[in-house]
């Protein structure tokens, strides 16, 4: 397993290299988005710890820039935030990030937050074209994590088309706020009503006047008729 550290702090970054190759993983650290973007480039990490608070690009435009290409999206990725607030969490992973740790943080909750992303990643298998959902003017293209409304891509977050695959796989039945953050989020972070919400309605917004076939079904969760 092979990990990407982007801090351009750098003790910070040589600690966590240090505590990860001790973890056996292979290790590469960054100091700046050039250089990161470039490994990139080469090779894709299984996992990628990224500092929001980057110089010249910080942690969030470079996340946009991650999972705006197809090649990259699907790499998972923990945003480390200095103090990090409610908000600065619910932005992070409205951006795509996997999980988001606030430092200081301490190192076993960390690595038990990679190791339960990367067991994830294992374990998950992406289902096959031929389940492909159509509804209305959607079509949903679970292999290629795509998106079309009218025959044009929609642009989501990973979050946002799990949420919409799952809603649209559990179609006719209530999906409970609960539920929705097991298979989302996978129930390892801890994700307010609040988040979940924002998904909604971002979600409701992209697709545009077929986003009101998401229901709101008050005090239990949402659910597509």
């Not at 996340?63 to 103090?83: E, G």
């Not at 919409?164 to 994700?191: C, K, Q």
Request: with cysteine; net charge neutral; aromatic share 8%.
């Amino acid at each position: 397993m092979n990990i990407y550290v982007v801090d351009a702090d750098e003790s910070t970054r040589s600690m966590l290299l240090y505590v990860l190759g001790e973890q056996s993983y292979t290790t590469n650290g960054f100091e700046n988005a050039e250089s990161f973007k470039a490994a990139m480039r080469k090779q894709l990490p299984n996992l990628i710890l990224l500092d929001r608070a980057m110089p010249e690009e910080d942690g969030l435009t470079l996340l946009k820039w991650l999972k705006s290409d197809r090649r990259t999206a699907s790499v998972p990725v923990i945003l480390l935030m200095n103090q990090a607030t409610e908000m600065d969490k619910v932005i992070g992973l409205d951006h795509g990030a996997d999980d988001c740790i606030s430092k200081p943080f301490g190192i076993l909750e960390l690595l038990s937050r990679i190791h339960a992303i990367l067991r994830r990643t294992e374990q998950r298998t992406a289902p096959s074209d031929e389940t492909q959902r159509v509804y209305q003017d959607i079509i949903v293209y679970p292999n290629r994590h795509l998106v079309t409304l009218h025959g044009r891509e929609v642009h989501l977050t990973k979050k946002e088309f799990r949420l919409l695959w799952y809603l649209l796989e559990n179609r006719g039945h209530v999906m409970t706020r609960e539920r929705i953050m097991e298979y989302v989020w996978d129930a390892d972070f801890d994700v307010e009503t609040r988040t979940i919400d924002i998904h909604i309605n971002t979600l409701r917004k992209k697709l545009k006047d077929n986003g009101c076939m998401i229901q709101t079904i008050r005090g239990v969760g949402y659910k597509i008729s």
